[in-house]
């Protein structure tokens, strides 16, 4: 198992300029953030897994969780932090005072781009979707991919289930071990088309 390393940066407080108003946080501030350090991520030879804006009892947070094969390491977060801060000063100088946190994803890694559903077949995850399915909001199984249209695969309770990718609310993974031998070899349900 990877040891989880992080690193918060001190509340910012960027320059504004000229007639730039402050950003409205939450989502589409996380996209913007999430178009920024994607590059940076790139060149510094890591994956972006995730960026979100929170507002919470001590302020604002961008968070930002990284990953690459072997794990991440302080150094790591560090250098995008470092960077990735300087980034958002001279291209979002209407942000709110925040505090920037970067880290690893743990074994509980969030699922937060189609792809990730596939790349993770055979892993064990939990889905929360946005609107309740059957009288509940959560369900928890064995990912199967992706189906022909990109609705997500989840074999539950016996059966494989699909959810469209924007039902999703969030989901991660639930354990650090593929639950199929190879990370894969999973039963199709019976009547459908193979995920």
């Known amino acids: 198992m990877r040891k989880e390393a992080s690193t918060d940066r001190a509340p ?11 950003l409205a946080w939450g989502d589409p501030l996380a996209e913007r953030v999430r178009a920024l350090a994607e590059p940076l991520c790139e060149a510094q030879g890591v994956e ?3 960026a979100e804006c929170l507002r919470g009892p001590g302020g604002r ?19 995008v932090s470092r960077e990735l801060g300087d980034l958002l000063d001279v291209y979002l ?4 005072a925040y505090r920037l946190e970067v ?3 743990g074994p509980q890694r969030r699922l937060s781009r189609p792809g990730d559903f596939e790349r993770f077949r055979g892993r064990r995850a939990r889905i929360h979707l946005r609107r309740p399915l059957e009288g509940r909001k959560t369900f ?11 609705a997500v695969c989840l074999e539950a309770e ?3 289930r699909r959810f ?3 039902a999703i609310a969030k989901a991660h993974l639930v354990d650090s071990e593929p639950a199929a031998p190879g990370g894969g070899a999973l039963r199709t349900h019976r009547g459908d088309a193979p995920c």
């Open 164 to 166: 469209s990718f924007e």
């Open 48 to 50: 972006l897994v995730h």
């Open 93 to 96: 100088p209407g942000l709110p």
């Open 61 to 79: 947070l961008l968070r930002i969780t990284l990953d690459r094969p072997g794990g991440i390491t302080l150094d790591d977060c560090t250098a």
């Open 158 to 160: 016996g059966q494989v």
């Open 12 to 22: 910012r407080r960027p320059e504004r300029a000229e007639g730039a108003g402050p």
């Open 140 to 150: 928890s199984g064995i990912l199967a991919g992706l189906a022909p249209g990109g």
């Open 103 to 105: 880290s690893s994803p």
